[in-house]
């Protein structure tokens, strides 16, 4: 990848001591040495004093980690963005308080032409059901609002904005006192996002990628597509990160393709990949995922998008072209469909050509032994978000609700993925969950299903070195001398080294294991605090008074 003009390094020589740096090259390591945005050296305090006179600034790390900058595999950055500086309903305990807050919005906020607010989240309510539109119309006082559903694959909105979208109500999905799905969620979502202006649109997407940098993530994975945003959205988010200082972006676009014109049109827009949230199926909060067998509170299996038909031929035009293909699916059906249309490319274009092009799955919830062993088999990258399993996971959790205790407790597999060789990638699918890479380590690491936790190194790795891993690139995201410089640096605890067996964590602590320590990520315990993130050997991030 060519650096942008906004990732070049001012070519200083930094060195960094006194601290701890978490590398693979030499687990005892407190001194860094960065060089034209790479790392030139690690090792220990004494050797650091033989670079002190020949470099132009040492950084005195008073005893505070080093790390690779984390990578968020799965972000809406202007989604994202929106969430944070617009209406944000994730604290709402009761429908009543979700209805307060929208009404507080509308009436501290006179001048906007729509109102779009995120993060609402009725199985989290006692009245276990969402605003009725009766009810938004009066909090909302005749303005158009769009509210997505804390998974955004269903909303509710206020009649003011169907009048902006002629034909909805014949539109799949529509329902008259009832979230929206399907091609009507879409519809009134491109409605409400194409009343943001440009200038709303792009402070909406430093505010999220300023938010990364604060939270030590130096690259995220935007994932975007025609069903999600737009072309405008997409290329401008990548103009801002190629010219401003911040995270990197590698921007994925979720469009199905046939055939090499196609896939030259997902260069010109300057993605990486024809991947990302390429729907195969919906989500279980909406009851969209699709199922081999019915929800246990709903008398279908969801919906499927895509066929494997259709998945085997945008695979092969994108392995052809030699691109990224990639899909949403989260349903054991939808998983099962990817699967076989993956194989089925396989037949035509040969294993080896399929495995090397590193496809990529999302969320990939319900998974089984067969699936998990196709996966290993092809070669595909799971870019997964273990906040989900916090959130929704466990016997009381969202998940059981939907699918009954039994099925729930099989979702997010990390451990059996790990032990079958598939490559991890975490992430957060952002504004669905908040940007928080260590909550990411911490929810994987003591998944509510313990037979599916890992070790805390494992997660750490995949949200660093996986993610990297996702792209393409072998080369990043660890502290090893040829690396980017790409770094976080953070105020945290005594370092540990956890597993999800005891036995293994009594004795991988002791320092003659010659295991990186990371910080002790026991739920209740303080995550770290990020006091700087560098991308390129370029600081992006300085937390302040310090």
């Not at 939808?334 to 590193?358: D, H, K, N, Y």
């Not at 919830?365 to 929704?392: H, N, R, Y």
């Not at 939907?402 to 990390?414: Q, S």
Request: glycine share 10%; with cysteine; aromatic share 6%.
């Amino acid at each position: 990848m060519t650096e942008s003009t906004a990732l070049q390094s001012d070519h200083r020589t930094v060195l960094l001591r006194g601290g701890d740096v978490h590398s693979p090259a030499d687990p005892f390591a407190t001194a860094m040495v960065v060089e034209r945005g790479h790392v030139a050296w690690v090792g220990s305090e004494g050797a650091a004093d033989a670079f002190a006179s020949g470099v132009d600034e040492v950084i005195d790390l008073e005893g505070a980690l080093v790390t690779p900058a984390f990578t968020d595999s799965h972000v809406h950055t202007t989604s994202t963005g929106l969430a944070l500086t617009g209406l944000d309903l994730s604290g709402a305990r009761t429908l009543a308080d979700a209805l307060g807050l929208v009404r507080a919005y509308v009436n501290s906020h006179p001048g906007e032409r729509v109102v779009l607010g995120h993060g609402w989240d009725a199985t989290r309510w006692p009245e276990q059901r969402p605003p009725s539109r009766a009810e938004l119309d009066a909090a909302a006082a005749g303005l158009p609002v769009y509210l997505p559903r804390v998974d955004v694959h269903s909303a509710v909105v206020t009649t003011a904005l169907l009048d902006l979208v002629p034909g909805v109500t014949a539109l799949t999905g529509y329902h008259p006192d009832a979230p929206l799905t399907g091609a009507a969620h879409h519809a009134v979502r491109a409605a409400a996002h194409g009343a943001v202006t440009p200038r709303q649109r792009a402070e909406a997407q430093r505010a999220a990628l300023a938010q990364a940098a604060s939270l030590g993530i130096g690259t995220v994975h935007e994932c975007a597509g025609p069903e999600i945003s737009d072309e405008e959205d997409f290329t401008a988010l990548l103009k801002i990160a190629a010219e401003q200082s911040g995270p990197r972006v590698y921007g994925y676009w979720a469009e199905r393709i046939e055939d090499a014109k196609g896939a030259a049109r997902i260069r010109e827009l300057g993605a990486v990949g024809a991947a990302g949230d390429l729907f195969v199926d919906g989500s279980l909060g909406s009851h969209t995922a699709f199922l081999h067998e019915p929800y246990a509170d709903a008398p279908h299996t969801g919906t499927a998008h895509l066929d494997a038909a259709q998945i085997a031929a945008h695979v092969t035009a994108c392995t052809e072209a030699g691109l990224q293909a990639g899909f949403h699916a989260i349903g054991d059906a939808a998983v099962s469909a990817v699967v076989a249309g993956v194989r089925a490319a396989s037949e035509t274009l040969g294993l080896a050509r399929i495995r090397a092009a590193r496809h990529r799955v999302e969320h990939a919830e319900m998974l089984t032994p067969e699936t998990i062993a196709a996966f290993a088999e092809l070669g595909l990258t799971a870019s997964v978000q273990p906040a989900f399993d916090a959130a929704w996971g466990g016997p009381d959790g969202m998940y059981a609700g939907r699918l009954g205790a039994e099925r729930a407790g099989t979702l997010n597999p990390y451990a059996a993925l790990l032990r079958a060789g598939v490559p991890l990638a975490f992430g957060s699918d952002s504004p669905v969950t908040p940007l928080d890479p260590w909550g990411t380590v911490r929810a994987a690491a003591f998944h509510r299903t313990p037979e599916h936790r890992i070790s805390v190194r494992a997660g750490f790795t995949a949200h660093t070195r996986g993610g990297w891993r996702a792209v393409g690139r072998d080369d990043a995201g660890v502290l090893v001398p040829g690396a980017p410089a790409d770094y976080a640096v953070w105020r945290t605890g005594e370092l540990v080294v956890q597993a999800p067996d005891d036995r293994v964590s009594r004795w991988s602590t002791d320092p003659r294991s010659g295991t990186p320590g990371l910080p002790d990520l026991t739920p209740g315990s303080e995550l770290p605090v990020c006091l700087r993130t560098v991308v390129f050997g370029q600081t992006v991030y300085v937390r302040p008074n310090e």
